[in-house]
């Protein structure tokens, strides 16, 4: 059964950082383009930074240079780095991957919440 948690949301203040995880389980976790998406409230979900198949990766035009995904197939976790954090960056935080018949993750679990404020 595929279970992918995130953690490392919070709170903090315009500028801050924070590094989000989500450990996977379940999964042949080296064989997914993992990324990260963000809802924030009454907007829709939206991909935030992902790993292509092909091992590259891609960003969301706002938060190009700011946030950085990375991965550790060792751990089965991948990461996401955020740095110069803005209000609009407030947004629950999944971690998933699309496959052929549709997400990883059909529930999407609980996310992290991350919070930019002063």
């Known amino acids: 059964q595929v279970q992918l948690v995130e953690s490392g949301g919070g709170l903090v203040q315009p500028g801050g950082s924070l590094r989000l995880s989500c450990a996977a389980s379940?999964?042949?976790?080296?064989?997914?383009?993992m990324g990260w998406y963000r809802q924030a409230p009454g907007k829709q979900r939206e991909l935030v930074a992902q790993?292509?198949?092909?091992?590259?990766?891609n960003y969301a035009d706002s938060v190009k240079g700011r946030f950085t995904i990375s991965r550790d197939n060792a751990k089965n976790t991948v990461y996401l780095q955020m740095n110069s954090l803005k209000p609009e960056d407030t947004a629950v935080y999944y971690c998933?991957?699309?496959?052929?018949?549709?997400?990883?993750?059909?529930?999407w679990g609980q996310g992290t919440q991350v919070t930019v404020s002063s």
């Open positions: 998933n991957a699309p496959t052929s018949w549709g997400f990883l993750s059909a529930d």
């Open positions: 379940g999964i042949r976790f080296s064989s997914y383009a």
């Open positions: 790993f292509t198949s092909g091992g590259s990766t």
